[in-house]
């Protein structure tokens, strides 16, 4: 059974920063494409970032220069480092597991994160 769960989430300043995990397990970690949506309330869920098997990166535009997607295999787990955080990066943040071009394996719970003063 896959399961991925997250953590780090929480309330923190504009300007501030968070570190948000994902542990997998059910999967042979090393095979999948892991990344990070995130959605605020009344908007779209959106690709926040994600990482390949081979560690190539993809960021949405508005997350360029700010956040960093990492992994790491011997831990199965998954990093999404928020610097330099903005009111408009208050969402849920979900999360997920993919073997491309397959459809999403598997999804988080998510994890809340809000900025603001």
């Known amino acids: 059974q896959v399961e991925l769960v997250e953590s780090g989430g929480g309330l923190v300043q504009p300007g501030g920063s968070l570190r948000l995990s994902c542990a997998a397990s059910g999967i042979i970690f090393i095979r999948y494409t892991m990344g990070w949506y995130r959605q605020a309330p009344g908007k779209q869920r959106e690709l926040v970032a994600r990482i390949t098997s081979g560690s190539n990166t993809i960021y949405a535009d508005s997350v360029k220069g700010r956040f960093t997607i990492s992994r790491d295999n011997t831990k199965n787990t998954v990093y999404l480092q928020l610097n330099s955080l903005k009111p408009e990066d208050t969402a849920v943040y979900y999360c997920?597991?993919?073997?491309?071009?397959?459809?999403?394996?598997?999804w988080g719970q998510g994890t809340q994160v809000t900025v603001s003063s």
């Open positions: 997920y597991a993919q073997i491309p071009p397959l459809t999403i394996s598997a």
